[in-house]
């Protein structure tokens, strides 16, 4: 199916183990985001990527690592997960830059950390 | 600091009045505005651009530069109208607002 995809959905996990959340997207869009969702904070950026080995950090990238090997897959790994970060995580691409191009977003995964 | 602000976290509207959702930026230079829209069950997507001066769904936003803000809004609601919107900003970064419910009243 095209599209931007996110898995797993959901994922519990528990403090300080390493955990990896996967995004592809079938567009080959330039640039995709991740973002994470919280209670009173809205959408912030945690890392953004606008082509393969091109990432940079967003708002709140500590605690995360991104790669991106290939333009269509952008995963996101905590390393060593806390429970503040318990959120939703939203992966998005764009055809081309930040400016006023449309985001698609994927589905988000809810992850727990216990 | 660059922050967009949502003031109402939730907002209430009976079905057929005006609807009005706040957004206010403080940002330097000439970024780019948005609101995206989330509706139950479904991705977070956009639904205008201040760069298309577009109406979607009947919805519209005017950037008031003097004001710096970016209201959304509608005439008339409707019942399909119930979701969470967020107004964004974007230029070398990408802020959200925190969001704003909007519940509409039958």
């Known amino acids: 199916d095209a599209g931007i995809t996110q898995s797993p959905r959901y994922k519990i996990t528990e403090t300080g183990r390493q955990v990896t959340l996967m995004c592809h997207q079938t567009w080959s869009h330039s640039y995709m985001f991740w973002y994470r969702q919280d209670l009173g904070h809205g959408l912030r950026l945690i890392y953004y990527?606008?082509?393969?080995?091109?990432?940079d950090k967003g708002e709140v990238p500590d605690g995360y690592v991104v790669s991106r090997s290939k333009t269509e897959n952008f995963p996101l790994t905590l390393e060593s997960a806390t429970r503040s970060q318990t959120s939703v995580y939203f992966c998005a691409s764009s055809e081309l830059g930040t400016g006023v191009y449309e985001q698609y977003f994927g589905p988000g995964t809810r992850l727990t950390v216990t | 600091a660059q922050r967009v602000t949502q003031p109402e976290k939730l907002l209430s509207v009976f079905k057929g009045a005006p609807v009005e959702l706040k957004c206010n930026y403080s940002y330097s230079g000439s970024p780019e505005l948005f609101w995206y829209v989330q509706y139950s069950r479904q991705r977070l997507q956009l639904l205008l651009r201040?760069?298309s001066r577009e109406s979607i769904k009947g919805f519209t936003a005017d950037l008031n530069k003097g004001e710096t803000s970016f209201h959304l809004k509608k005439p008339f609601a409707q019942e399909e109208d119930s979701a969470m919107y967020y107004c964004?900003?974007?230029?070398?970064?990408?802020?959200f607002g925190k969001g704003t419910r909007l519940h509409i009243l039958p």
């Open positions: 201040h760069i």
């Open positions: 964004v900003v974007m230029d070398d970064k990408i802020i």
């Open positions: 990527s606008a082509a393969a080995d091109i990432t």
